[in-house]
């Protein structure tokens, strides 16, 4: 019983989280912005459906080390205050050294398995799965890393302005130079 609930309740997210998708794709072929995180999408209040079959996958952003997809579904991540859906799609093996953002992080996972590590230091020994229908939590500036367990697809939504902080400055993809 406790299982079903579960599924049920991450059915109903998914379905929810798709529907509210479909205005800000939209919008965004009409202006032909790009897909992935270019898209700064504006939220909707129509009421539409989109499955995830339909979804057009960008490149991360440049916070994230590079392999990972995103698309923005509803909202600007960027906007202080403003509420923000976004999907992500990382590959097996896929790490995100400790970092932390200004805001709440809530995460939904679709499919694979995210491990979640919490502290200065990425333990995999002492990382928490997150399994496909799980949801976690990390509070604004609450220290912890990631690791992908398979291919792995999760909803990532909250309030703006959604931001990472690497703990070592180093490990920020946005400080690497990109000359040879």
Partial sequence: MRR????????????????AGHAAFAQAEAKKTPPGQ??????SSQHVMLNSSEWKWGPGPPALPP????AVLDGDPGKAGGHFTMVAKIPDGYKVPPHWHP???????????LLLGMGDKMDQANMHAINAGGFAKMPAKEHHSAMAKGETI????GVGP???TYLN???DPRKKSTSK
């Fill in 4 to 19: 079903m609930l579960k599924l049920s309740a991450a059915f109903v997210l998914a379905a929810g989280l798709t529907v």
């Fill in 38 to 43: 270019a898209k700064k999408a504006a939220a």
């Fill in 67 to 70: 392999g990972g997809q995103a």
């Fill in 103 to 113: 805001t709440d992080e809530n995460l939904a996972i679709v499919s694979g398995t």
């Fill in 154 to 157: 999760f909803y990532v939504y």
């Fill in 162 to 164: 959604f931001d990472i």
């Fill in 169 to 171: 400055p180093n490990d």
